[in-house]
């Protein structure tokens, strides 16, 4: 299975350790990656994800010529498998993880700044942190990966998840309407 490389995208992340569930490997090659890729999603959305033109697309599909698919192609065609490789298998190790009180840790490497009824704290320190999210915050986060959130409403839920399991556990009753938010995001890995 797939070894945890380091990213900065929480949608990629979690495409990652999701990877660690698969029943079966993806395809290795561009062609057949491609190929895949054409089977469950239309040209035109797929181009535009791995910024090339339809019709270069198409060509590597068939696997004749890929004299013009470059380095940054293939990681954004990898990319694309790990994202959309066996949902089934993906929804139902999720499913399995919540129901059995699963850990979902979060390793992340980040500045973050702090915002409580007295105004915002920015901290200049990149702290390294791992942590357990708490059921609630992983429940949200496969429910939104699932529903195709963006990057950022991800990192909202992580944050709230990282708040609440981090850094806010022992404020006083009266200061726990403080939330934090993921200012610099150098590293996340996700491990479940």
């Not at 660690?20 to 797929?46: D, G, S």
């Not at 990898?78 to 949902?87: A, G, H, K, L, V």
């Not at 490497?109 to 609630?136: C, M, S, V």
């Amino acid at each position: 299975m797939p070894q945890p490389t380091p990213t900065t995208s929480i949608t990629h992340a979690l495409d990652l350790a999701d990877a660690r569930h698969w029943t079966r490997k993806p395809p290795t090659r561009p062609a057949t990656r491609l190929r895949h890729l054409l089977t469950t999603q239309p040209l035109e959305p797929l181009a535009a994800r791995i910024f090339a033109y339809p019709a270069a697309v198409a060509r590597w599909a068939e696997g004749d010529d890929l004299s013009d698919l470059n380095p940054t192609h293939a990681v954004l065609i990898e990319r694309e498998i790990y994202r959309s490789w066996q949902p089934d298998v993906r929804r139902r190790a999720h499913q399995q993880i919540l129901d059995h009180n699963g850990c979902v840790t979060a390793q992340l490497h980040a500045r973050f700044t702090y915002t409580t009824p007295n105004g915002e704290f920015p901290d200049a320190r990149l702290q390294r942190i791992t942590e357990d999210l708490p059921a609630l915050h992983a429940s949200r986060l496969f429910e939104a990966r699932h529903a195709q959130a963006d990057d950022d409403e991800l990192r909202r839920i992580l944050a709230d998840g990282i708040g609440e399991a981090h850094f806010f556990r022992a404020l006083p009753h009266d200061q726990q309407q403080a939330a934090l938010t993921i200012n610099d995001l150098h590293l996340i890995q996700f491990y479940y």
